[in-house]
């Protein structure tokens, strides 16, 4: 079975940090870039960062660059979030998805996680 698995949420005070992994399980990560995306109640899904199948390309939204970093390690099948200074309006459910090129649209990735929730919040 296909499977993203989401985890590392939480609960942080503003300025705080989380780091989210993103494990793949029945399938190999290395031919698909992923894509972090959150929903905030009430808002719509928007994609946060992105990283190509080899690593070697990342883009970000303007709401958290220069906090957030994506990386992934393909040997643990696992690619990661770095959040810093997390603020009250990162909180939301973050997913991680599977497509075989980055995009900003939700619907053009193929596999999802179940989501983890932040909630940065003093």
């Known amino acids: 079975q296909l499977q993203l698995v989401e985890s590392g949420g939480g609960l942080v005070q503003p300025g705080g940090s989380l780091r989210l992994s993103c494990a793949a399980s029945g399938f190999s990560l290395d031919y698909y870039a992923i894509g972090w995306f959150r929903q905030a109640p009430g808002k719509e899904r928007e994609g946060v960062s992105c990283i190509s199948s080899s690593g070697g390309s990342t883009n970000y939204a303007d709401s958290v660059k220069g906090r957030f970093t994506i990386s992934r390690d393909n040997a643990k099948n696992t690619v990661y979030l770095q959040m810093n200074s997390l603020k009250p309006e990162d909180t939301a459910i973050y997913y991680c998805?599977?497509?075989?090129?980055?995009?900003?649209?939700?619907?053009?990735?193929?596999?999802w996680g179940q989501g983890t929730q932040v909630t940065v919040s003093s």
């Open positions: 998805a599977a497509t075989y090129g980055c995009s900003s649209r939700w619907n053009d990735y193929d596999y």
